[in-house]
């Protein structure tokens, strides 16, 4: 009897060994829900997602945000921003980017899906002393409401340079833009032509921009495919300059058929002072057929010798526990 106590303990243990072992990576998705479009950050030693809310569009009229610790546990802050707060946003409330200036936080966001420069909508910006909200209407309308260079005013991203400059970069229906931020965010300063819209369309370009600094060298990744196809990817160029010329290296995140589908829509995640990457995505259960039904994922990502991007493994497991110092 006394042996079998002992080996029921002893099995109990293993178990719960396994179980802390299974514990110490987040797992993906890494909250639970139909989230997409996430941008990840860090804000006060903290980790912080900021995701479009996955729906019809008609429902999609309020963001969410989740904070973690460790990348592991991740706290929901509900309803960060909704449209009771930006009156002319109505629905499709899209892909936000956030960034902190001056102890403020400015969320930048696309709302309405316009389809001609006749249609209210466009990409606003929202502010808050809190990175968790809630976040009011900056400006009372669009920061853009028209479409410059063929491109939608959608999927924008805040960007600041080594010199402090802050950028947009933005644009669906396969055109990108770059504008200059003027320093209260209220509009744009010209570029030296005079002109405000640049477009920095590189090959295959459908949407999602997101740019990071690595050894000096500019990195400006976009979404590729069809958002509620299989195809949907992330690709990547490299410039000595936040305007390129980007001439496309190549497809660096994309579906696993043993895994999901429909990888994309993604950001970056830089641990301060180190050479440690994570990519931030959203990507489709391979049990689901709906368009919106994508979740949140975050997944490592690393560099090879000549400072290419290795091609991304997206996994089940997710990253292990990271801190912040």
């Known amino acids: 009897m006394k042996t079998s106590i002992l080996s029921i303990a002893l099995l109990l243990c293993g178990l719960s ?73 109505k629905r499709a409330v899209w892909a936000p980017s956030i960034i902190e200036k001056d102890k403020k936080y400015y969320l930048f966001f696309g709302a309405n899906d316009i389809q001609n420069d006749r249609e209210k909508g466009g990409i606003g910006v929202a502010v808050s002393d809190s990175p968790e909200g809630p976040f009011k209407d900056h400006l009372g309308k669009p920061l853009i ?18 010199d ?48 990071f600094i ?15 196809g299989p195809n949907y990817s ?3 160029a490299v410039a000595d300059s936040p305007f390129g010329p980007f001439k496309r290296v190549g497809k660096i995140l994309q579906q696993d058929p043993q895994v999901a589908r429909g990888a994309g829509h993604h950001s970056v995640i830089q641990v301060p002072g180190k050479d440690q990457w994570f990519i931030v995505y959203h990507r489709r259960p391979l049990t689901e057929t709906d368009g919106n039904h994508r979740e949140t994922c975050i997944d490592i990502m ?24």
């Open 214 to 228: 690595r050894n000096g060298k500019y990195y400006f990744m976009w979404s590729e495919g069809g958002w509620t």
């Open 234 to 236: 992330v690709a990547y």
């Open 164 to 211: 402090g400059q802050h950028y947009l970069f933005y644009g669906g229906w396969k055109h990108c833009n770059v504008a200059k931020l003027n320093k209260d965010f209220t509009g744009f300063i010209p570029f030296e032509d005079g002109t405000i819209f640049r477009e920095i369309t590189p090959e295959n370009y459908v949407e999602g921009p997101f740019m």
């Open 17 to 89: 060994s396994s179980a802390q072992t299974i514990q110490r990576t987040a797992g993906n998705p890494v909250f639970p829900g139909w989230y997409a479009d996430p941008e990840g950050i860090i804000f006060n030693k903290r980790f912080y997602i900021y995701p479009t809310f996955s729906a019809p569009y008609e429902k999609q009229v309020f963001l969410d945000a989740f904070s973690s610790e460790d990348m592991i546990t991740w706290k929901k802050h509900p309803a960060i921003l909704d449209t009771a707060a930006i009156k002319w946003a």
């Open 302 to 325: 690393t560099f090879n010798d000549k400072g290419e991007i290795n091609p991304v493994k997206i996994t089940k497991e997710g990253v292990g526990p990271v801190t912040l110092k």
């Open 145 to 162: 409401d028209k479409f410059h260079n063929g491109a939608q005013p959608i999927d924008q991203f805040v960007f600041k340079d080594k």
